[in-house]
Nanobody, 118 residues
Framework: QAQLVESGGGLVQPRGSLRLSCAAS????????MGWYRQAPGKQRELVAT???????NYAEFVKGRFTISTDNAKNTMYLQMDSLNSEDTAVYYC????????????WGQGTQVTVSS
């Protein structure tokens, strides 16, 4: 079972930037459609962005133009560059497969907390 470890979160001011990283224990980024999710307090986890093995990306409307997902298969790492952050982006961010059945099989990591506040 692949292990996914998220990092890079923190406290950032509105309109600031952060880059999240997701390190995998195996070469899963070249196999599965992978994605970043987030869960804000009191809300359900939602999909933020996905990337497939060919590098094709998709974004939720609420992050389009602000967030960029990418992978470095040589490093078994996925990234989420987040720009123009606002308070509504405050959440715990997770990485996992884009398909629910694969995500359940891979399991969820601890996530990384992103807090946008002045």
């Amino acid at each position: 079972q692949a292990q996914l470890v998220e990092s890079g979160g923190g406290l950032v001011q509105p309109r600031g930037s952060l880059r999240l990283s997701c390190a995998a224990s195996g070469s899963i980024f070249s196999i599965y459609v992978m994605g970043w999710y987030r869960q804000a307090p009191g809300k359900q986890r939602e999909l933020v962005a996905t990337i497939d093995s060919g590098g094709v990306t998709n974004y939720a409307e609420f992050v389009k133009g602000r967030f960029t997902i990418s992978t470095d298969n040589a490093k078994n790492t996925m990234y989420l560059q987040m720009d123009s952050l606002n308070s509504e982006d405050t959440a715990v961010y997770y990485c996992n497969a884009g398909a629910p059945v694969v995500a359940r099989a891979l399991g969820w990591g601890q996530g990384t907390q992103v807090t946008v506040s002045s």
